[in-house]
T-cell receptor
Framework: DSGVTQTPKHLITATGQRVTLRCSPR?????VYWYQQSLDQGLQFLIQYYNGEERAKGNILERFSAQQFPDLHSELNLSSLELGDSALYFC???????????FGQGTRLTVV | GQQLNQSPQSMFIQEGEDVSMNCTSSSIFNTWLWYKQDPGEGPVLLIALYKAGELTSNGRLTAQFGITRKDSFLNISASIPSDVGIYFC??????????FGTGTSLTVIP
């Protein structure tokens, strides 16, 4: 158990809809990273938050947004969903000097 | 966003053989990490490296932090069937940002 909790584990929704994925980082970790992994693809970095503020942005679509709350949990919002958004979405936490990034179990999103 | 060059992309080996994969970057990193991902699961940290030249082992796994700070390799000795999975490298820069390799898919043939 990495200590990073993601919910829900599975999500099936229709095109055009909006969903919210949730991530609780490990206790004491200030950073949350979001990644997208499509079938047979590597990990695509989406966005990073550190202590509530956006720190870095990767290949995140404008239809996607994220935030990190005062209790350090983070949410990734995906809107106007398309079939191609079907993927595994991972969050990882870390960021303390000398520590590593630990991954949650992921949310499998299926858009039908 | 930046991605690290990881090779090989896939490997098919016989049980008992040794495996070697590497990762290169155009940027310098302060930390190199190696992860293993089983199907449908999140990546699990295998080894973390913090200093240039550092060589670290975890059981049958050995990884090294390249002296230039732009590369790292992972070796697996005497492979077994449960080594099957996708291995990812990751680098952490001075800004605490992580970048991942494209992954090496390992198949071990009994």
């Amino acid at each position: 158990d990495s200590g990073v909790t993601q919910t829900p584990k599975h999500l099936i929704t229709a095109t055009g809809q909006r969903v919210t994925l949730r991530c609780s980082p490990r206790s004491g970790d200030l950073s949350v990273y979001w990644y997208q992994q499509s079938l047979d693809q590597g990990l695509q970095f989406l966005i990073q938050y550190y202590n509530g503020e956006e720190r870095a942005k990767g290949n995140i679509l404008e239809r996607f947004s994220a935030q990190q709350f005062p209790d350090l949990h983070s949410e990734l919002n995906l809107s106007s969903l398309e079939l191609g958004d079907s993927a595994l979405y991972f969050c990882a936490s870390g960021g303390r000097v000398g520590t590593e990034a630990f991954f949650g179990q992921g949310t499998r999103l299926t858009v039908v | 966003g930046q991605q690290l060059n990881q090779s090989p992309q896939s490997m098919f080996i016989q049980e008992g053989e040794d495996v070697s994969m590497n990762c290169t970057s155009s940027s310098i990193f302060n930390t190199w990490l190696w992860y293993k991902q089983d199907p449908g699961e999140g990546p699990v940290l295998l080894i973390a490296l913090y200093k240039a030249g550092e060589l670290t082992s975890n059981g049958r796994l050995t990884a090294q932090f390249g002296i230039t700070r732009k590369d790292s390799f992972l070796n697996i000795s005497a492979s077994i069937p449960s080594d099957v999975g996708i291995y990812f490298c990751a680098g952490r820069n001075t800004g605490n940002q992580f970048y991942f390799g494209t992954g090496t898919s390992l198949t071990v043939i009994p």
